[in-house]
T-cell receptor, first 115, second 113 residues
Framework: GNSVTQMEGPVTLSEEAFLTINCTYT??????LFWYVQYPGEGLQLLLK?????DKGSNKGFEATYRKETTSFHLEKGSVQVSDSAVYFC??????????????FGQGTTLQVKP | NAGVTQTPKFQVLKTGQSMTLQCAQD?????MSWYRQDPGMGLRLIHY???????DQGEVPNGYNVSRSTTEDFPLRLLSAAPSQTSVYFC????????????FGQGTRLTVV
């Protein structure tokens, strides 16, 4: 079945460091891919998305490219800030059911940025 | 914009008690879902609905019931709470076919003792 695998956390970086959080997926068909962010005590917010191969999603300095050949959707940011400290989830839409809003999530990666 | 509203935010139950987690959205979205979040396991789908009167099971449906009598509301019922249901519960909605982006509520932190 469909699945998402994220790199293990927690990830601890200094401010202004480069961030990569790896995400790979297994899916039939052509799913949409998402990165969600969860700040402490809050719900999930959509960070960025890509709906087809080679699409690049971007938002707030974060980027991710839909790579069908490597089944990956790695999240990157060139210079992290303390305010980026959060849990990041990679997810895919279950396209086998016609994009019903059902999402399959990775386990989440905690990012801590130190001043 | 209210978006997706969940109540309550926190709840403590005794084993065997029942309760309903409320979820309402004001975006006229067709699709609504319930997920539970457990440490190291991401979010797992409990139940979902593609429209009023239509519901189906997700990955972890046992011990939970849902109904969808209106487009706006999608309550989740715990029939007889168990400690294994201690978790954070999230309700989400999305627009419909071709619009898989989901909008989430703030969550309900449930503890079963």
């Amino acid at each position: 079945g469909n699945s998402v695998t994220q790199m293990e956390g927690p990830v601890t970086l200094s401010e202004e460091a480069f961030l990569t959080i790896n995400c790979t997926y297994t899916a039939t068909g052509y799913p949409s891919l998402f990165w969600y962010v969860q700040y402490p005590g809050e719900g999930l917010q959509l960070l960025l998305k890509a709906t087809k191969a080679d699409d690049k999603g971007s938002n707030k300095g974060f980027e991710a490219t839909y790579r069908k050949e490597t089944t990956s959707f790695h999240l990157e940011k060139g210079s992290v800030q303390v305010s980026d400290s959060a849990v990041y989830f990679c997810a895919l839409s279950d396209s086998s059911s016609g994009n019903t809003g059902k999402l399959i999530f990775g386990q989440g990666t905690t990012l801590q940025v130190k001043p | 914009n209210a978006g997706v509203t969940q109540t309550p935010k926190f709840q403590v139950l005794k084993t065997g008690q029942s309760m309903t987690l409320q979820c309402a959205q004001d975006m006229n979205h067709e699709y609504m879902s319930w997920y539970r979040q457990d440490p190291g396991m991401g979010l797992r789908l409990i139940h979902y609905s593609v429209g009023a009167g239509i519901t189906d099971q997700g990955e972890v449906p046992n011990g939970y019931n849902v109904s969808r009598s209106t487009t706006e509301d999608f309550p989740l019922r715990l029939l007889s709470a168990a400690p294994s249901q201690t978790s954070v519960y999230f309700c989400a909605s999305s627009q419909g076919i071709g619009k898989a982006e989901a909008f989430f509520g703030q969550g309900t932190r449930l503890t079963v003792v």
